[in-house]
Every structure is written in C-alpha cells, then in structure tokens.
C-alpha cells in the first residue's frame, strides 16, 4: 500500500514540474485536474454517463463469462467446435480495436458497440483460461462422476463449476479490466452519447487536457474499483473453502 502511494506521489510531482516547465500549455497542472475532477462528481450528468458505461461494461462481462464457460467446456468435448473457436479468436486477436469499433459501426447502433466490442476483445483470453483449466481437471473425478452416473446439470454444478472456479475468478478479474478499457476505448471511436469516453473526447476536441485527465482518472478508478471488488470476492471464496489461498 505505501509503495504505491509513493508511487501515485512521484506521478503527481512529475506532473506538476511538466506544467511548471511548460507553463501549463501541454501539461495540465495537478490543481487543474483535480479540480476538474471535484466539477465532475457534482454535476448530475457525471452519473448519467457513469451508469451508461457502467450497463456496456457489465453488459459485455455478462456475454463474456457465460459464453466463455459454456463454450470452453463445449470446446472440450468437440475438436471440431475448438477448431471453429480457434479460427475465430485468431481473426479477432490480429483486429485492430479501431477496426473493429468501426465495422461495427456499420451493422448496429453506436450505443451497443462498446459491449460488443468488449465481448469480442475479452472473450480469447477468458476462454483459453477456462478451457486449459477444464483439460487440467483430475480425470479419476470425472471418472468417479461416471460411475455414480452424475450427468447433465447435476455434474456442472456439484463438479465442474467447483472445480473451475479459481480459473473463473482469476479470469474473469482479468477480463474485466480489459472490458473497462476497451468499452471507454469504444465509446471516444463510435462517439456514444453517453458515457465516460464520450466526455473524453469532447474534452479533447475542446482542448482541455485537465479535463481529459480528470475523467481518465475516472477511468483509472473503475479498473482500480473492480480489482478490489474480486480481491474480496476471491478471500469470500477461500473462506467457504471453494478456492485455495496463495501460499505465502
């Protein structure tokens, strides 16, 4: 905790000697900023914008976790359907999130873009996860499952979901900090009318740099916000014995 206060600090400074030795024309000062950012939590338009990226970031994870599981566990059952993702995943990773925003532009409504766009950005890497944990799974369980003719509902709940979930949870915190990214990413592309990335990019066309760094602060505070809710998530999980703790 005090090494990245210290480090916060030292970014702080720097910041303020930048616009001490421009005169604040390229680098805001930290005053500005901060005061730009008190102005954003007390206008009523800072929680429209909020919730609005707050529905696309959650929107996105939703698709993303439950794709992502159904899929992995079906993609390990069927080469073919593996294939099939692989090929998939593969276009997607070498897709510029850029072109990506804007051929979406192309078949739907601006608002539903960033989601998408996090689905498509999120969902590789949350799936290889699952599935490499899926394939580590103890055989001899699933052979016990077998016998005791556990199948269906009955054996994802009482057996896989259980065994997945420290791959889940370690994933899914992952994911989510990427779905933050590339939703505001998508949102300053496709140009929303609400939402953090669209108050960036009118800051930006403005010219105002210490707005634009008020509100990526905003963003910085989402990411920071979602590790902590899965840092105790993750401890809600040891402590029920669902997940092993790390080994100090």
Avoid at 96 to 109: E, N, Q, Y
Avoid at 168 to 186: C, D, F, H, P, R
Avoid at 188 to 195: A, Q
Wanted: charged share 15%; hydrophobic share 60%; with cysteine.
């Amino acid at each position: 905790m005090l090494v990245a206060l210290g480090t916060v600090i030292l970014i702080l400074v720097a910041l303020q000697a930048l616009s001490i030795a421009h005169s604040g024309l390229i680098f805001p000062s930290v005053p500005d900023i901060f005061g730009n950012l008190i102005r954003i939590f007390s206008t009523f338009g800072f929680y429209s914008d909020m919730a609005a990226t707050l529905i696309r970031i959650f929107a996105g994870f939703a698709v993303v976790l439950l794709s992502s599981v159904s899929m992995a566990i079906a993609s390990c059952r069927c080469n073919m359907f593996h294939s099939v993702v692989a090929t998939f995943m593969a276009i997607v990773k070498a897709t510029p999130l850029a072109s990506i925003a804007l051929i979406l532009f192309f078949f739907m409504k601006s608002g539903m873009i960033p989601s998408f766009a996090a689905f498509l950005l999120a969902f590789p890497m949350m799936f290889t996860y699952v599935r490499d944990s899926f394939l580590s799974l103890d055989r001899n369980l699933i052979a016990l499952c077998d016998i005791y003719e556990v199948k269906g509902f009955r054996r994802l709940v009482l057996f896989y979901l259980p065994s997945l979930a420290p791959a889940i949870v370690s994933s899914s915190k992952a994911a989510l900090s990427l779905i933050i990214k590339v939703v505001i990413s998508s949102e300053i592309l496709v140009y929303v009318r609400h939402g953090i990335g669209r108050r960036i990019e009118d800051a930006s066309l403005m010219l105002d740099a210490s707005m634009v760094f008020a509100w990526t602060i905003v963003a910085v505070l989402l990411c920071v916000l979602s590790d902590a809710a899965f840092g105790f998530l993750e401890r809600k999980l040891i402590g029920f014995g669902l997940i092993e703790g790390k080994s100090k």
